[in-house]
């Protein structure tokens, strides 16, 4: 008598990985690729302004200028917002480099999936946050 063949009807035939169906159509991915250039731009412009500002704080400073007495509170306050702009500026600058990091999903065919669990991101949140890495359960810290 000879052995049955089965087939797992569940899971079918497996497929190698390249043959997988892409999470996006290029449609999507320009239209994504498309926003991301965009808030590049938008942040260097901004990183690029708030560092510019940082600096023209400490040139238009007069040596002598810093005041530390009950009069003038905690200190100086060129230096309080020249450090909120060198912040701010690095905190545009950071988000360049988590746009970088999508363009670069976007090339490679990673786009999409959740760096994390290795799940696809859903695309609302995609479209919210064009750069997002992780599923929002891990960027939380949920799990």
């Not at 545009?92 to 480099?97: D, F, I, Q, S, T």
Request: aromatic fraction near 4%.
């Amino acid at each position: 008598m000879a052995a049955k063949k089965t087939v797992d009807k569940k899971s079918g035939p497996s497929r190698p990985a390249a043959a997988k169906k892409p999470l996006f159509d290029d449609k999507y991915l320009e239209k994504q690729r498309k926003l991301l250039n965009a808030e590049r731009n938008r942040y260097v412009t901004s990183a690029t302004r708030l560092k510019a500002e940082a600096d023209s704080l400490v040139e238009e400073r007069e040596p002598g200028d810093v005041q530390f007495d009950e009069e003038s509170g905690e200190g100086d306050t060129l230096a309080v917002e020249r450090e909120r702009d060198l912040a701010l500026s690095a905190q545009a600058r950071a988000a360049v480099e988590q746009i970088d990091a999508a363009l670069a999903r976007i090339d490679n065919g990673t786009y999409g999936i959740c760096l994390v669990s290795g799940k696809p991101i859903p695309r609302q949140r995609l479209n919210a946050i064009p750069w997002a890495a992780e599923r929002v359960e891990h960027k939380a810290g949920g799990f």
